[in-house]
Structures are given as C-alpha cells and as structure tokens.
C-alpha cells in the first residue's frame, strides 16, 4: 500500500509564512511529477505548484513569488514553501504524485490534506 503524508499545515496571520512537506511511501517503483494542489471552501481544487522529477517547476500565477516548491527524490518528499500568506491562501492544501507501481502501475494519488489558515 502507497500513501503521500502532509505535514506542516496550521494557522498563520497575514504576511507570514508556513513550510509544508509530503512524504510518499509504501513499495513505489518511482515518482514522477510531485505538486500542490489546494481547495478553498466552496471552490474548486486548484494547482498551486508542481515539479517535476528533474526539478521543474510551475506555479499558479496567484502564488508566483510567494511560493517555492522542491523535491528529495532520495527522500520521496515534496515541499511547499509559502510566504507573504494572505486571508484568501486559506484552504485545504493537498500534496499529488504521479507513482508508479508494480500491482497498479503509474497512477495519480493523493494525500489526505493540511488545513492552512490565514487570519487578517
């Protein structure tokens, strides 16, 4: 059984900063592209970063500058840097990566979620 664990999420006031991490584990042949995915109340889930194995990286224009994500591939970890966090940041944040197995093949799979929150 595979399985992609947050970690890092909380309540922070406006302006500040949070570090979220998301480890895979379980029998993984290799992980391809890892990301950051976040849903708000009431709103459709959304990118907000994702990297690819060689290290490129994309971001969702509304977090451009304010976000920075990076891989261990030794560690099959992802992060999520944030900073200058705003009231409107607030959502679920969920961690995806494309994982390759030998029972199931490559297939996309998702972590359970980290609550961010931003007060004003």
């Known amino acids: 059984q595979v399985q992609l664990v947050e970690s890092g999420g909380g309540l922070v006031q406006a302006g500040g900063s949070l570090r979220l991490s998301c480890a895979a584990s379980g029998s993984i042949l290799s992980i391809d592209a890892m990301g950051w995915y976040r849903q708000a109340l009431g709103k459709q889930r959304e990118l907000v970063a994702r990297?690819?194995?060689?290290?490129?990286?994309n971001y969702a224009e509304s977090m451009k500058g304010r976000v920075t994500i990076s891989r261990d591939n030794a560690k099959n970890t992802v992060y999520l840097q944030m900073s200058s966090l705003k009231p409107e940041d607030t959502a679920v944040y969920y961690c995806?990566?494309?994982?390759?197995?030998?029972?199931?093949?490559?297939?996309?799979?998702w972590g359970q979620g980290t609550q961010v929150t931003v007060s004003s």
């Open positions: 995806n990566a494309v994982l390759t197995t030998s029972q199931w093949g490559s297939f996309d799979s």
């Open positions: 990297i690819t194995t060689g290290g490129s990286a």
